[in-house]
Structures are given as structure tokens and as C-alpha cells.
DNA sequence: GCAAGGTC
């Protein structure tokens, strides 16, 4: 039996499929697939199905010293996740006689096939033989299994090395700076050859940003008006104008200043006295001279077949966040719509038939008129190229499988529009623009004008993401005399360059070499889950700033771009058998324990800068008391309170909310000179501003009674009342405690009205909740009886019965809104696992599946 | 408890 082992499941049904020609069969072997015909068996890994790490003696943080981790040994173990799938490919390989590696064409492929070849080995001698294919159509694939060729062992030393080095930096990095800076817990201080470069980018351009002086200048520009005002159209000779106008209106049109002496950018007067004159002489006149009138024909081409940094950021122009475009494009890949979408490969290949793919759309209701117009004619149907042209996968683009409209949810429709629609652009006809360009002379000084109009669609038809408004300007021409009806002068300031978006921050990531295709936008994600980064566009906290700072200074490397070229050059070196994986990870080595010399001797600056950077974002303002600074602090217990940091000698305290994690704002209270504080938590993320008004807003608002309370109003006369708890939060609680602890919890926003009727059952007054976000009050009711439903409701659907949840968890997952089975069911494992911290995408869909199974049980 | 890279 031949056996032939891919990098992922649905690569081994195409291939048994495609082999087979149609007649394989599959069954499950410990819950893999297996897919047999004739002779041979074929079945998917899940990429890497072995990781790097220490042994287990080294996982202890203060019992290894960090700089050990350079030499360390390391052991490569089953992913747990993966081993069903690794003892299944043990008993196949027991009865091969022969095993074909066949997974992806790249050098990660390469090591996930040798991950297979060492397991394979365990139990066989048989031979083992590569097949290397750059797309799964039936062509190359045939081809790939008749010119099997032998595993590239150079390669996959070259992505061995890139493991190992990885690990090493990473971990000994992460490590020292996490000891030295005192943190503890799980808030480690996380540095990496890609994060930390991606950091960096973003923490440069916040100093970009801070660093910013803003300038004043003037823009000036006239209203001008032909004689007539007529309504002759200028930019498309001869030609009746049929579509609606943007920009000037009749014979009207807008015409900005610019010094004609200056070159580039003269259109922004950077003197007072300089505006004042010119906007004078420009009032003073009525009228205006064209002086010149110019015209061209720009050809827009159209753009090239997307690789996945294209696709994410066409995505982010409608609005999807980087790891949600992904995901979206994951689900309709597995659902067989569109192909695989980590690519960086921008040239679809010879054997793809683009005019079959699109004859396939022409019955579809929506893209069908598109696909035809597109047949059309013999128009020559060459697809647009770019620059990149790899051999792992074609460019994202859909399959012959069609979707139906109920198939989809929204988002997953204009994703899958996207890339279709994309495709469509690739093999459409360029557009056409004319351009017109006109000056105008009123004295000495000039003014110009642009207009463009869209003489052929072109692509644009098919393509509606790309712009096609035109500017329209009325016919004149040159020596004609214009009135001038209106002068505005505009004083304006020049603007910080803005904070990268996620799309721009892959795309320059891409530009710099560092991560893959499919690694980018997880790695921002990390950032965001390490603290380092808050809102979108990200913008780093304190944190990160203080991380790059001490990077920059104590281990540049790690921040930098270079590493990670240094890096490849190596691995070029070993694939092409010039070094040695033992020689580049044995300088890596020396490179790394140079750093912790370094660092080492500068161990208490490293850890003052951290600790000072850390308490300058923990830091609120001036202690009331004694002057020292109000800092934010964790208890013993994980709670989070404002201290002073002249404690012991000052105990002066303030209570924060216990929901969330508190992130300090740049706004102050002006009057008490304290930052606002804001709590994170998913969806339920609200800001507490300043604490010290919080509490004395609380100490200021009195008990409302509303009743006897149920515990001890008949023993000891306890009654209940609406308090305001200087943590910001508010309760229904007894007039006894501490002796009584009895409480029902209230909102924490809004107005809280007592209304004149009560509880039929437990004689407590009606209450309603008047938010001033919110027109519709909530009618919250008898307080009893609405926390006895809101209980209800929470362990009906026991969130805490499954596995992996516990009531910590559980508090977590209700924070950010997920209160139920039904709505973890509901709710879409990236987006539950953005929301609630050290929670993954991953345990999430775990979660589901045993929601799911409980459902399905009851 | 560390990284980055596959895949889901």
C-alpha cells in the first residue's frame, strides 16, 4: 500500500479525489480521515503536528536563569491537539510499503513533511518520496505524482533553524525582561523576532505623532463663473453629459490658489501677510482669465489577483478588521467557495481556465450580467500579474462551486463578492479618465482647477471598490474671461501623519519581511491580548513604549527588521546546502548570549526603566494626602485599587470597580489632577473617570430606604436601600451590614427612579432605569424579583457545566455578553476570544462543540 | 507563563 500524507484534510480529499478520479472512499481512523482507492491511502495533517520546547525542567522562570534558554536542549513533542492525527499516521504507515510526502510547496511544508517522515520512521523502513505541486488542479497534481522526486532534508533544516532561533530569543527574552521588571503573574512582558519589529513600527509612529509641531498656513480659492453660465461640459469633447456631476455645478466651479513661482504643494500660503494680500487682491477683482487649459487621457489599470496582505486590506476598506477578513475567508474556504486564502502569490497559474471560472457565474442572479459582459465579444481574456509569483498556492480567487444566497451569512457574502468580484477585475479591460487641468489668471496671481471624467469604465464596471467619481468642470477655454463671485481664505494647520490601520501595518510588515501571510494578523492580535496595543487603529499604551524604549537600548536586535532578514539569508544558505543548520543556530547562539552580557551588566537599568515606564502608566496624579503619586495596584486577592506610593507611611486608598482591568486615559480630572480610568472588559467596557469624584460622589448621594429587608427586617429591623458604593458600583442593600450582608445589584449607569408601585410579592417598589444614551427606559422592576430571573437565567444554561469553564471564566464570558449556552452557540469563537482576555478563538470553538453536544443530549 | 509557524 502506498501512502500519501498531505498538510492539511481538505488537500487530501482533492488529491484522492483528483488520483482516484472521483472513486475514492474514506472512513474514520481515530476520528481522521482516511480516503483509500486502489493501491493507496491519503490522509491530511494539520500543518506542524510536532512543537519545540524545553524539557520540563527549564519551565520554571526563577529556577533557570533566562541566558540558559541559549543553549538549552530542546525536545520536539506531539501537539496535543494533533495526536490523533500522528497515531493515525503511525498505523497507516505500518502497512505502507511506500510514502509520499504531498504537503504544501514552501519550506514550512518541507518541515512539516519531514515532522511526518520522523514519524513515519518510528515504524518503517519503507521509502519515502515527495510530490511537489503549486496547485491542486488536476494537471500539476498528475504531474507531481509522476515525477516524485526525494524530500528536500536542506530545506527543512532551514525551517528547522527558524524554529529554534525563535524559540531561543523569544523565550530567554521574554523571560528576563518579565523577571527584571518584577512583574508577576500573567502579565509577562512578551518580546519576539516579529512582534516586537511590529511593535516598534507602531510605537515610532506614536513618537511621529507626539514629536508632531503643527504649522499655520492659508488656502485660498474663488468661486468662478463663466459669462453665461452655461451648462457646457468640458471634459469629454463632443460628448452630451449624462451622468450626474460632483464638484461645480452649471458654469460654476471652485478654483484654489497656488503660487505659480513654487513648485509641488504651492497651494498652501505659509505667511499671514502673504494670505491677507492675496485674499485682497483677489476680493478686489471681478474677473479672471483662463490662461491655460490642459488635457489628458490616464489609463487605470487594474489591479493584480490578491494575495492575502491585498485581500486584508481591500477587506478593512468595508470595514472588516484584519483577523475577522481572515476568518471570513477561512469559513468560505472550508465551505469549497473560494481557494485557499494565505497566498503571496499574485499570478494565477497557466493551468487555471479563467474563462471557465467565469462561464461558471453566468446563471448566477447577482455577478451573471458582470460575468457575461466580461464573455463577451473574443475579447482576450488575459488576466492582470503581479509581481509575486510563488509556488505554495494561486492567488485567492472563487472555486467552481458557487454559493447560493442562503448559504451565506452577510458578512461571509461581501467577502465572498469581494474576491469574485476581484477576480472579475483581473481580467477586465483598463479604465479610462480624462484628465482636465485648469488655470486661471486674476492679476498676477493663479489658480487652478481639476476635473476628471470617466470616459471608460473599464474594470471600474465590474469593481465598484475602486472609485469612479468624477470632478466636473464647465467647457471653457483658454482667454476666455470668467466673473469671480466668491473668495474664501481657509486658515489651516499642517496635521501628524496618522496611526497606521491593520491593513497598512500588514501591508508594511509585508514591505519589511517580517511574519507570513498567514501569521500578520495574528500577530497584531497578539499585541492587542499582551496589552501592548488599545483601540483601531491600534495605539500603544505605555507599556509598549516602555518595552520598545528598553529593547532599543538593551537588545536592539530584537526590535529590529534585520533579524529577521539576517534570518532568511541564513536559511537561503541552508536550503542551498552553503551552511549548516548547526552553524547558524550555534551563531544565533553567541549572538543571543552577547545580548544577556550586555543586558546582564545593565540588569538594574533594564529593570529600572521597566519598572519606572510601568509605574508611569500605573500612575494617576498627586496623593491628596502627602503628594507622593496615587498608583494603580492589585491586591492580594487580583483586585485592582488606587494606592499611594508613599505606602506604608501613607495608607491613603481608593476603590475602582471590580469588573475589568483598569487601562488609565489620557484625560485628567481638573480637579483633582488624577487620570481617568477605564475598564476593559469585551463588551461591557465602560469608563469610571476619575475615582476620587467617583467616591465622593458616593459619599455624597444618600441611602434611598425602599423596604424592610427580607433577612433580618423582622428580627432586627434591617431595611433595604439604594446605596452608591465608592467603587462606582451600586446595590439594593441592608441598612446593617457589615452584620447583615444581604444585597441585590443594581445597574451601574443611569438614573434610578423609585416609582409609587410595589411588588405584589415581596413589597418592594417598582424601579426604573432612565440612561441618558438610552430614550427607552429600562423598566427594571421589583429589585428581588429581578435578580431572581437574571440567576435564573444564568444557571439555566450553566455556562459553568462545561469543561474548561469555571466560574472565573464564567464572570469573564458574561462580561463581554456571553451569558448562555445559547449564546456561546451564538456568538463566533474570534469574536469571544477578542473580547475576554487569555481566552483563545480556539478553546472557545471547543466550548461550542460541547455546548452544542449538551443540547443535542437534552 | 516564553516565539513563530503551520492549520481550523
Known sequence: MELIVTEKEIAARNIADILSGGSATVEQRNGVNVYAWGGRRCMGLSGHVVESDFPTEYSNWRDVEPVELADAPIEKRTIERAENIVRTLRLLARDADGVVIATDYDREGELIGKEAVDIVREVTDAPVERARYSSMTEREVRAAFAELTALDDDLAAAGEARQEIDLRWGAALTRFLSLVSGRRGQEFISVGRVQSPTLKLIVDREREIEAFEPETYWELSAALETDDGDTRSGDSAGEASG???????EGSFEAQYFDAEAGRGSDRVWEA???????????????????????HTRTDDPPHPFDTTQFISAAGSLGYSASRAMSLAEDLYTAGYISYPRTDNTVYPTDLDVEERLSAFLDHPEFGADAGALLEGDRDLTPTEGDEET??????????ELPSAAELGDAEASIYELVARRFFATLAEPAEWEQLRVTVAVGNHRLKANGKRLLDPGYLAVYPYASSAETHLPDVSEGERLSVREVRREEKRTQPPGRRGQSALIETMEEMGIGTKSSRHETIERLYERGYVEDDPPRPTTLAKAVVDAAETFAEQMVSEAMTSRLEADMDAIARGESSLEEVTEESRELLEAVFAELEASREDVGDLLRESLRTDATLGPCPECGSDLLVRRSRHGSHFVGCDGYPDCEYTLPLPSTGEPTLLEATCEEHDLRHVKLLAGSKTFVHGCPMCRAAAADAEPDRLIGDCPDCGETAGGELAIKSLRTGSRLVGCTRYPDCEYSL??????DIEVTDERCGEHALPELVVHDEDDDDPWELGCPICNFATYEQRRSADGLEAIDGIGEKTADKLADAGVESLADLRGATAEGVADAVSGVSAEAVRKWQTDASAGADAD
Not at 509556488?391 to 467552481?400: A, G, K, L, V, Y
Request: glycine residues 8%.
Open 391 to 400: 509556488t505554495d498556492h494561486p492567488p485567492i480567487h472563487p472555486t467552481d
Open 745 to 750: 445589584p443594581l445597574p451601574r449607569r443611569g
Open 243 to 249: 451622468s450626474e456631476e460632483t464638484g461645480a455645478s
Open 273 to 295: 501677510a502673504t494670505a491677507e494680500r492675496v485674499d485682497g487682491a483677489l476680493r478686489e477683482a471681478t474677473n479672471a482669465e483662463v490662461v491655460g487649459v490642459a488635457r
